[in-house]
Antibody, heavy 125, light 107 residues
């Protein structure tokens, strides 16, 4: 079964840091681009950023709202994706989802088709 | 950045109604558009990819169309389980951007 499981959420003070993890199983993680998407309470979905695969040099892309504060990384040997969040702001409070984004060798059939259940980050003093 | 304008933002409809949701892109995105459905407290579920390709397992009453800047999601005959919020997502260029969502409520 294809599965993504996020962890690492919690309560953090403004200006603090947090590291989220996403454990993947049931598919060839190393072939895929992987995304983080968030949803603030009562709000819509916001794309946070992406890690491309090894074939594309693990290049990362970010939304302007998090660029310079958040860093996406991955460890293909552990089938894991990470989101390091620094200088957190109250507006970063959200549920953070990990999503299987894209496998360039198979086209768009599986584009963002699998999501984890999310982990909640609350930034508050 | 490409802006995705979804309309309407909310609507009331009855079971059996035909429902159309529109997403307009601020610039051309070819067919790089995905539609998601999200129910309260649940994870977004992909319905349509590449503008018009139906996700396996999704009922055929859902369909997508469009290319360039204008896209539609159509539910041909609304069912009770379809009451949810729908989002479009463009992946033509970075940053990826979602539409603001359309909440479909029971009339």
């Amino acid at each position: 079964e294809v599965q993504l499981v996020e962890s690492g959420g919690g309560l953090v003070q403004p200006g603090g840091s947090l590291r989220l993890s996403c454990a993947a199983s049931g598919f060839t993680f190393s072939d895929h681009y992987m995304d983080w998407v968030r949803q603030a309470p009562g709000k819509g979905l916001e794309w946070v950023g992406r890690s491309k695969n090894r074939a594309n040099s693990y290049t990362t892309e970010y939304a302007a709202s998090v660029k310079g504060r958040f860093t996406i990384s991955r460890d293909d040997s552990k089938n894991s994706l990470y989101l390091q969040m620094n200088s957190l702001k109250t507006e970063d409070t959200a549920v953070y989802y990990c999503a299987r984004a894209y496998d360039p060798t198979t086209g768009y059939s599986y584009y963002m088709d699998v999501w984890g259940k999310g982990t909640t980050v609350t930034v508050s003093s | 950045d490409i802006q995705m304008t979804q309309s309407p933002s909310a609507m009331s409809a009855s079971v059996g109604d035909r429902v159309t949701i529109t997403c307009r892109a601020s610039q051309g995105i070819s067919n790089y558009l995905v539609w998601f459905q999200q129910k309260p407290g649940k994870v977004p579920k992909r319905l349509i990819y590449a503008s018009s390709s139906l996700q396996s397992g999704v009922p055929s009453r859902f369909s997508g169309s469009g290319s360039g800047t204008e896209f539609t999601l159509t539910i041909s005959s609304l069912q009770p389980e379809d009451f949810a919020t729908y989002y479009c997502l463009q992946h033509n260029s970075y940053p990826l951007t979602f539409g603001g969502g359309t909440k479909v409520e029971i009339k």
